[in-house]
């Protein structure tokens, strides 16, 4: 069973940044493709950056130049780093894996960004 632990979230001024961290335990490979995404309070669910198992990457227009996704396969941990955060940022942030056929989420880390 594949259970995902986030952390790094946190209370933060406008401007400044944080990194988001998604680690895994059990049995983890390298074909997993690794999302992020956010749920701020009485919106849907959006994603905002995701790494492919051959790292390539996209973001959502309102993050690009911004966040960083990026993995690390030897500690099967996804990383966000996010700098010149803004209140519009404010929401809980979930990692998932994925590969066909399967799919796990973390618990969510709360990001909360004032002006």
């Known amino acids: 069973q594949v259970q995902l632990v986030e952390s790094g979230g946190g209370w933060v001024q406008a401007g400044g940044s944080l990194r988001l961290s998604c680690a895994a335990s ?7 493709a690794m999302v992020w995404y956010r749920q701020a309070p009485g919106k849907r669910r959006e994603l905002v950056a995701l790494i492919s198992s ?3 990457t996209a973001y959502a227009d309102s993050v690009k130049g911004r966040f960083t996704i990026s993995r690390d396969n030897a500690k099967n941990t996804a990383y966000l780093q996010m700098n010149s955060l803004k209140p519009e940022d404010t929401a809980v942030y979930y990692c998932h894996f994925s590969r066909p056929g ?4 973390g618990q969510g880390t709360q990001v909360t960004v004032s002006s």
Do not use: A, K, L, P
Request: charged share 20%; glycine share 14%.
């Open 26 to 32: 059990g049995n983890i490979s390298t074909s997993y």
């Open 102 to 105: 399967e799919g796990y989420w």
């Open 54 to 56: 051959r790292e390539t």
